[in-house]
């Protein structure tokens, strides 16, 4: 046994310098903002007040009388006849800045709205010199994502990220429309304080797509709600930004009803720091990260050791997530509750992940995925896009609006839905077919990948997360449309389950050395897992769609399209490792490979710590 476990420390003792190399590389990046802080919680979700609000202002263009003069006859079109007599705006961000009174809400009639003056505006002696200037600057540390500190050389004299006060008073450094609604910055709260708590920004039109907003990619983020509580969005597209097409962050209570976000470089419609969330009828398409991003939103279960919650922070649901990198995606999804949603024609359904530091609620808890529709997840938009040179174009060429998706992430091509390092996560009653790699994974996230070096929570990540009740490869009539692999987990982790899966090969397939058991026994009882099975994620974690060198990471295989199944149970890649699928897994003893896999996460500490401190360094973003 001694000598055994020498081999085995002499391997990871290898293993450790080779993933040390590989995490000194080219770090993945996530978004770019200042450190946030979670709401009180003592707001509400806010209601939909109509459009004959008492409190409203009216904004039209020179193409808006035509646009209504096309619509069918009736009371929605009397509607905007009337408020087209009233339009004193054309611009959306005047209609906000008028605002005196709360929840006042902004009728913007159909048309297509550029926001030139806004998007073209010259910025003050301040605002222009922010970078160093700055009365409120931001510290290294209070970064988010890779962005570099305020005293890096860069070109760029405006930070990705800005505090919130000179956000507030430079709201058009970053953004297209900004509702700031924090009007004392320097108090010590982050509540909602001025008129423009519970605005309302609604399209009049028949359809979404009756009114587009199009930032052109002037700016990083098209609407920007910052402290801005009681926010609601309706009825409306909102197209071609850098960052977020729609931006929701620190806001306790908002809704996003029945609004397109599409054609974005990262994403579509992105919460952040937020409670009391709504996000229903959406359509999300052509981002390239995520259609639908609910990150670390208020980690309200945190002290919570079951799958059992208190109440949920945002809520998803009748939604459409397509065509993008990833349907939806959370770092700290924390508390989020997703249903009756389809997550489908992405590189990756569902991902929620514990990867990125600075995400306040890490690591990833209580997120439930149920009632929702995963399929057909195998767009490969690396070998589409990125490989042939498409991404390497400037944003405005790439044809983004056209369908084009460049991948700002790595995901596993043909993946229904991802847990990378979560816990207390439910995932019930979904049909998940036709991902032709796997209907679900999951795998740890060692501490350290999020900035967290305490030896005691090195293996904080995957637990008590149940996978139960779902049908695997079944259409919704019943026709089979197999997954490549119905589960994939790499054994790591305690109080995991997967049970009552029915599945259209007869039993779940899976690729576990270890059986998890049941649900009732509380499920798994080991930790750590297999390192051999994680060594592939933490090579692919490099992708860097900008680096020749990390836009395929040596030994990783996620951005490789998965051939699509056939009756016979996958082997081989498809399957995972440890070759053939099986529908169960024998017991195992886990003493070696527990002691390879903690050696193993142990060394990579120092690999880790020098891909942060030179993501830190970093001055350009991704």
């Not at 700031?180 to 605005?199: E, F, R, V, W, Y």
């Not at 174009?393 to 056209?402: A, E, L, Q, V």
């Not at 109080?495 to 039993?507: A, I």
């Amino acid at each position: 046994m001694r000598r055994s476990r020498l081999a085995l420390l002499l391997i990871a003792l290898f293993s450790g310098v080779i993933l040390g190399v590989f995490l000194a590389g080219s770090p993945a990046s996530a978004h770019e903002e200042r450190a946030s802080d979670f709401p009180d919680g003592k707001g509400v979700v806010p209601k939909y007040l109509g459009l004959s609000n008492a409190n409203y202002r009216v904004v039209c263009n020179s193409g808006s009388a035509a646009r209504i003069a096309r619509m069918p006859e009736g009371a929605l079109k009397t509607r905007n006849l009337a408020l087209a007599e009233e339009c004193k705006y054309n611009s959306i961000q005047d209609a906000v800045n008028s605002i005196k009174v709360r929840k006042t809400s902004v009728y913007v009639l159909p048309g297509v709205y550029t926001e030139s003056k806004w998007a073209n505006a010259k910025p003050s002696a301040y605002c222009g010199s922010i970078k160093t200037e700055s009365t409120s600057p931001l510290e290294a540390s209070q970064y988010i994502g890779s962005l570099a500190p305020p005293d890096a050389e860069s070109d760029n004299s405006s930070p990705i990220a800005l505090s919130y006060a000179d956000q507030r008073r430079c709201p058009h450094n970053l953004n297209l429309i900004a509702i700031m609604g924090d009007k004392t910055p320097d108090n010590g709260s982050i509540a909602c304080d001025s008129a423009l708590c519970g605005t309302q920004v609604i399209g009049t039109g028949k359809a979404a797509k009756d009114v587009v907003i199009d930032n052109r990619f002037s700016k990083l983020n098209g609407i920007r709600a910052d402290r801005a509580n009681g926010a609601y969005f309706r009825n409306f597209t909102v197209q071609q930004s850098e960052f977020n097409a729609l931006y929701v962050l620190e806001t306790d209570g908002f809704v996003v009803d029945r609004i397109v976000a599409r054609a974005n470089d990262e994403y579509g419609v992105l919460a952040f720091a937020s409670d009391h969330g709504l996000i229903h009828h959406v359509d999300a398409y052509f981002n390239g990260d995520s259609g639908i991003y609910p990150g670390s939103a208020s980690d309200v279960n945190a002290d919570r050791t079951s799958i059992d919650v208190s109440r949920y922070a945002v809520e998803i649901r009748n939604s459409k997530s397509h065509d993008n990198t990833l349907g939806y995606s959370g770092t700290a999804g924390n508390s989020v509750y997703a249903h009756h949603n389809k997550f489908y024609k992405n590189a990756t359904g569902i991902a929620t992940d514990s990867l990125f530091p600075g995400h306040p609620g890490l690591p990833q808890d209580h997120a439930r995925w149920s009632n929702n529709e995963v399929f057909s997840n195998n767009e490969n938009y690396y070998t589409k896009y990125v490989d042939t040179g498409i991404c390497a174009k400037p944003m405005k060429d790439r044809g983004y609006i056209n369908g084009t998706v460049c991948p700002v992430v790595p995901t596993p091509v043909g993946t229904g839905a991802l847990i990378a390092g979560g816990n207390f996560n439910l995932t019930d009653n979904n049909l998940i077919y036709d991902n032709w790699r796997y209907g679900t994974m999951q795998f740890w996230v060692p501490a350290p990948m999020r900035d967290e070096y305490d030896p005691s929570k090195l293996f904080d990540t995957s637990h008590g997360n149940q996978v139960v009740s779902n049908s695997m490869g079944f259409k919704p009539d019943g026709s089979v449309a197999h997954n490549g692999v119905d589960h994939w987990w790499d054994d790591q982790g305690n109080g995991n389950c997967w049970e009552d899966n029915k599945s259209s090969r007869g039993k779940a397939t899976n690729n576990f050395v270890v059986d998890p058991g049941p649900c009732a026994d509380g499920g798994s009882k080991v930790t750590p897992g297999l390192a051999v099975k994680d060594a592939g994620f933490l090579t692919c974690s490099q992708y860097n769609r900008d680096d020749p060198q990390w836009r395929h990471p040596p030994a990783c295989d996620w951005f490789d399209s998965p051939k699509k199944p056939t009756d016979a149970a996958e082997t081989g890649p498809a399957a995972g490792l440890f070759g053939a699928t099986k529908t169960s897994g024998p017991s195992a003893d886990m003493g070696d490979v527990g002691l390879s896999a903690a050696v193993l996460a142990l060394i990579g500490l120092v690999g880790i710590s020098i891909r942060r401190s030179m993501a830190r360094r970093r001055p350009t973003r991704v």
